[in-house]
């Protein structure tokens, strides 16, 4: 039994086929096969079971995965952890997330780190949707995740860092916009944008609307926060979306929240403790610079652990965030609490 062998395996079972394994290792698939042939003559027990339209694993199969799969895992952050130490202040760093997640959470950050590790180099990869970004540490594509926290994931460690409440986006010109604080009762005729049906925000949201009173049926649907907010503005209907980080207008009291359930959004890691020294700098000067930038707001403490629940502004987006806590600032759109 080999490491060669085991990765095939893992492999296998997570494309649910020998033939689509071949062509991602750019092998044959007698090759493929011979590696789970291998680990089976050894333990002497069937591993996967052959069906029409590809394989799937036998009950020892699946016990022999759970443990491969984890024990992989750790192996390969192990090697890069080794890797980069080797190299000193130098080596790579990828991070997977959202397609606005740098400019609303990390721009400071990103910024200071690259003045402390000059050498090091930092590719963000986007995926729509948590999910993806699991898919992508689990194969060792990715060293950190940021996220929409969700449910347990096998192999997979999460980390709250932000809670993030809902806001309603409407134009300026609505009568939603002169409220202070809009609750379940003034949603029931709104045009509601609706939020990517396979993110973990889209899906929180879609199953709290009935609650909520809002439609469910929607004639928008986007596939991004920030294209739910620019579309509102544009006047094609009310988007509930997260607020965005930014510190709160200091002069205004905090506003209720009433309706839906907050998000928490935060890192993804397969293991922190075989994280590399590299990855959770990173992940370390994310999380101060949204304690640094923002404090907590009139009468509300700091979120769980410590942290607080807000983050910097990039100046580009400055103007947007006020609205989106409820500043006094008027523009082309007005986002008050839900």
Known sequence: MTLDDLRTFVAVCEAGSLSAVAREQR???????????????????????????????????????????????????????????????????????????????????????????????????????????FAALAADDADLAWITIGPPVRGIEQRPVAELPWVLAVRDEDPLAEKSAVGPGDLAGIQHI??????????????????????????????????????????????????????????????????????????????????SPLARAFADAVDRSLAERSGPAPGEGRARGGRTSRAPVPPAVAKQRRYAQGGSVRGPAEVTSV
């Open 27 to 133: 092998r044959t698939q007698p090759a493929v096969s011979q590696h789970v042939r291998r680990l089976e003559r050894e333990l002497g027990l069937g591993l996967l079971e052959r069906r029409p339209r590809g394989v799937t694993p036998t009950h020892a199969g699946r016990i022999l995965y759970a443990a491969a799969a984890e024990g992989i895992g750790g192996i390969d952050l192990a090697l890069r952890r080794l890797r980069e130490l080797l190299d000193g202040e130098t080596g790579s760093l990828r991070i997977t997330t959202g397609a606005t997640t740098v400019r609303h959470f990390m721009a400071e950050a990103v910024v200071a780190y690259r003045e402390r590790y000059p050498g090091v180099s930092l590719e963000f990869q986007t995926e729509n949707s948590s999910r993806g970004c």
């Open 194 to 275: 609706r939020l990517p049906g396979n993110s973990t925000s889209g899906s929180r949201l879609d199953s709290q609307l009935p609650r909520l009173g809002v439609p469910s049926a929607s004639a928008t649907s986007v596939a991004d926060w920030d294209t739910a907010v620019l579309l509102a503005e544009l006047g094609l209907g009310h988007a509930l979306v997260p607020a965005m980080p930014g510190p709160p207008p200091r002069a205004r009291p905090p506003r209720p929240r009433p309706g839906a359930a907050p998000l928490w959004v935060g890192w993804a890691v397969r293991q922190w403790e075989a994280l």
